[in-house]
């Protein structure tokens, strides 16, 4: 950032990093593009591997930043501090290059628990675009599509469910406060409408299709399998309705409704970002500090006559 920016005072430090994530992703766009070009030997005839290389090199960065401002713009971040962020990075400079960027850790915060909270963040953000991407694609008649592999959409749930537990059990297990809980998961029907808006109503049918397939990735639930034992906590019992997050069912039904009443208009308003990004593919689906889906949440099928019928 090259100047001081009021409007980032007092964010939450993991909203912070999201900025962070778009300035250093596009500086190391900036870097390969301008130093990463590969110098051509004789033995290299006419072969383009090394000329191709580079360039799928500069698409995964830009198609990274691409879905970080997706999640950046959809938990309410500005188009100005977005914007801000990304052409700091152009230009080549990094996060904490200028004495304007502001710390991403607050003096008073521990750096586990900070991590944790930004798992979080990212887990939560990881459910509600998936229940966005799975009504959006039942509602233009996608699921036809893979009929053929049933095992897909079941492990798609799976997914969800698997996420939401490490979310859960992590926020327990770190205390999160009602003011922490509020700026994680408490999104508000003008916040679904932005969310639906920047992602889902942007996609065009082939970039909702692949991002619908790599939620259904079973290595997700693999992951998160995997790494619980660095967790270090036994399953959650009983959590009280008004500390836990939102369950994918109730995810589910908000992007039902947002869906249902997003207007064309509103999309052209919100999606500056989201249509700029199509055929972005998020590729930070890994984590590293999960819990085993023990205790999924009720992820059965809504009651006769919801717009979801029997898939869920």
């Given at each position: 950032?090259?100047?001081?920016?009021?409007?980032l005072?007092?964010?939450?430090?993991?909203k912070?990093?999201?900025?962070?994530?778009?300035?250093?992703?596009?500086?190391d766009?900036?870097?390969?593009?301008?130093?990463?070009?590969?110098?051509?030997?004789?033995?290299y005839?006419?072969?383009?591997?090394?000329?191709?290389?580079?360039?799928?090199?500069?698409?995964?960065?830009?198609?990274?930043?691409?879905e970080?401002?997706?999640?950046?713009?959809?938990?309410?971040?500005?188009?100005?501090?977005?914007?801000?962020?990304?052409?700091?990075?152009?230009r080549?400079?990094?996060w904490?290059?200028?004495?304007?960027?502001?710390?991403?850790?607050?003096?008073?915060?521990?750096?586990?628990r900070?991590?944790?909270?930004?798992?979080?963040?990212?887990d939560?953000?990881?459910?509600?675009?998936?229940?966005?991407?799975?009504v959006?694609?039942?509602?233009?008649?996608?699921?036809?599509?893979?009929?053929?592999?049933?095992a897909?959409?079941?492990?798609?749930?799976?997914?969800?469910?698997?996420?939401?537990?490490?979310?859960?059990?992590?926020?327990?297990?770190?205390?999160?406060?009602?003011e922490?809980?509020?700026?994680l998961?408490?999104?508000?029907?003008?916040?679904?409408?932005?969310?639906?808006?920047?992602?889902?109503?942007?996609?065009?049918?082939?970039?909702?299709l692949?991002?619908?397939?790599?939620?259904?990735?079973?290595?997700i639930?693999?992951?998160?399998?995997?790494?619980?034992?660095?967790?270090?906590?036994?399953?959650?019992?009983?959590?009280?309705?008004?500390t836990?997050?939102?369950?994918?069912?109730?995810?589910i039904?908000?992007?039902?409704?947002?869906?249902?009443?997003t207007?064309?208009?509103?999309?052209?308003?919100?999606?500056?970002?989201?249509?700029?990004?199509?055929?972005?593919?998020?590729?930070?689906?890994?984590?590293?500090?999960?819990?085993?889906?023990?205790?999924?949440?009720?992820?059965?099928p809504?009651?006769?006559?919801?717009?979801?019928?029997?898939?869920?």
């Amino acid at each position: 950032m090259s100047q001081p920016s009021p409007e980032l005072e007092g964010l939450p430090s993991w909203k912070l990093r999201l900025l962070e994530r778009i300035q250093n992703t596009a500086a190391d766009h900036t870097r390969v593009l301008r130093q990463g070009y590969p110098i051509y030997q004789p033995h290299y005839g006419t072969g383009e591997i090394p000329i191709q290389t580079w360039r799928t090199h500069l698409r995964a960065l830009d198609a990274d930043r691409s879905e970080i401002e997706l999640h950046a713009a959809a938990v309410g971040l500005s188009d100005s501090a977005i914007t801000a962020a990304r052409a700091a990075g152009q230009r080549g400079q990094r996060w904490g290059d200028s004495v304007h960027s502001p710390p991403t850790m607050r003096r008073s915060e521990d750096p586990v628990r900070a991590h944790m909270v930004e798992g979080i963040a990212a887990d939560i953000w990881q459910l509600e675009h998936m229940a966005a991407i799975s009504v959006e694609h039942r509602l233009r008649g996608l699921d036809d599509t893979v009929t053929d592999d049933p095992a897909a959409r079941e492990q798609f749930d799976r997914n969800m469910a698997a996420l939401w537990t490490r979310a859960n059990e992590t926020a327990h297990a770190i205390e999160l406060s009602a003011e922490e809980r509020a700026q994680l998961w408490d999104r508000d029907d003008a916040g679904w409408l932005k969310l639906v808006s920047v992602t889902v109503r942007g996609y065009d049918d082939t970039a909702l299709l692949e991002r619908w397939r790599t939620y259904a990735w079973r290595g997700i639930e693999h992951d998160v399998r995997r790494a619980r034992a660095t967790l270090a906590v036994s399953q959650v019992a009983d959590p009280e309705p008004d500390t836990a997050p939102p369950a994918p069912q109730l995810l589910i039904e908000r992007a039902t409704e947002a869906l249902s009443t997003t207007t064309p208009s509103e999309v052209a308003t919100e999606a500056g970002i989201g249509a700029a990004v199509d055929a972005a593919l998020s590729r930070d689906l890994t984590v590293g500090w999960a819990s085993e889906p023990a205790g999924e949440p009720d992820i059965r099928p809504p009651e006769t006559g919801s717009a979801l019928g029997a898939d869920w």
